[in-house]
């Protein structure tokens, strides 16, 4: 009798090994990759890009199981990344260049455990004013109202390091601590002389003005530019073209930030190298998912880089 018990539970346990040898053997919860990738605001970029991401990794990546969510953007996204709640997000590289390097709105609060794996497309810095206020350049700026961004804001420091490039404080003008919604506004009704934004062109808070008032986007000067790329590696030079917005006709020399995907340390070499792959190789969708995708490109997934990559991604785009 014990002999029989003793055989139907070897049975039972050869059947369990079994089972579970070919559920491996066929891809199964053990290759299993669970991936949550941070986002934006729903009504912003980065949601249906990421949303794409997610659906790319799922058809290209044996196992994965990636999913995008809407988050605060960039700040959150890298105080979630640092915590372990999200694998992947969208950020931009000067938010992120502050974060490694604990400045700016990380000082004191540096995070190590990030490593990027492409940037993706340029977010703006345009300075906006009114053809009627007479201003020509940014060194026009000195003693005339500005609207900087929010205090502590990512467009802030932008503002902030451009006026910097050409030798102007915030001691030389009448800064103004606004997002650029209210710097909008502000602008239309006369109350501020020049407004700044950080975000990709064509923008529909600078179309909205555009559509009332003859406006002028202020160049960066190419010297400038090559200054702040020298003191801050994040930034690009960047070409608005003439008409990008209505009754302004010319092509406006600036400085970009890059939107960039990045992962933390968790996410290995091979899975690094599997995600910028899948992802490179389906740019057409991309694409699909929102007018920046045909802004991305492998040729330009390296630009802008501001933190250590991951040792994949990076061997990917340099095969």
Excluded: W
């Excluded at 089972?19 to 990738?37: D, P, Q, R, V, Y």
């Excluded at 205090?151 to 404080?169: D, H, K, V």
């Amino acid at each position: 009798m014990k002999f029989d018990k003793f055989k139907k539970l070897l049975a039972v346990g050869l059947a369990a090994v079994f089972t579970a040898a070919l559920i491996t053997g066929c891809g199964g919860s053990s290759e299993k990759k669970f991936l949550n990738i941070a986002t934006g605001g729903t009504a912003g970029t980065y949601y249906p890009i990421g949303g794409a991401m997610a659906e790319i990794l799922n058809k290209d990546i044996k196992g994965m199981n990636a999913s995008a969510q809407s988050t605060g953007a960039t700040v959150a996204n890298i105080n979630m990344l640092k915590d372990g709640s999200v694998d992947l997000a969208i950020v931009q590289n000067d938010i992120t260049y502050y974060a490694v390097n604990g400045t700016e709105m990380f000082t004191d609060k540096k995070v190590d455990n990030i490593r990027g794996i492409a940037t993706l497309y340029p977010e703006t810095c345009q300075f906006v004013t009114l053809d009627s206020a007479n201003i020509k350049t940014v060194a026009d700026l000195k003693g005339k109202r500005v609207a900087v961004g929010a205090a502590g804001s990512g467009a802030e420091a932008n503002a902030r390091q451009i006026l910097e490039a050409y030798g102007i404080t915030y001691n030389d003008i009448d800064v103004q601590y606004l997002s650029f919604a209210e710097g909008a506004s502000a602008l239309k009704d006369g109350n501020v002389d020049a407004a700044f934004l950080t975000a990709g062109y064509p923008t529909a808070s600078v179309q909205d003005i555009c559509s009332q008032n003859k406006i002028r986007l202020l160049a960066v000067d190419a010297d400038k530019a090559d200054a702040l790329i020298a003191k801050y590696p994040f930034y690009t030079k960047t070409t608005i073209p003439a008409g990008t917005y209505a009754g302004f006709d010319q092509d406006v020399q600036t400085v970009s930030v890059m939107a960039m995907l990045v992962a933390t340390d968790k996410v290995d070499d091979k899975l690094g190298y599997d995600i910028a792959k899948a992802l490179f190789s389906n740019l057409d969708r991309l694409q699909a998912a929102h007018s920046v995708g045909k802004l991305i490109t492998k040729e330009g997934a390296l630009k802008g880089m501001s933190l250590p990559m991951n040792a994949g991604a990076e061997k990917f785009f340099k095969e």
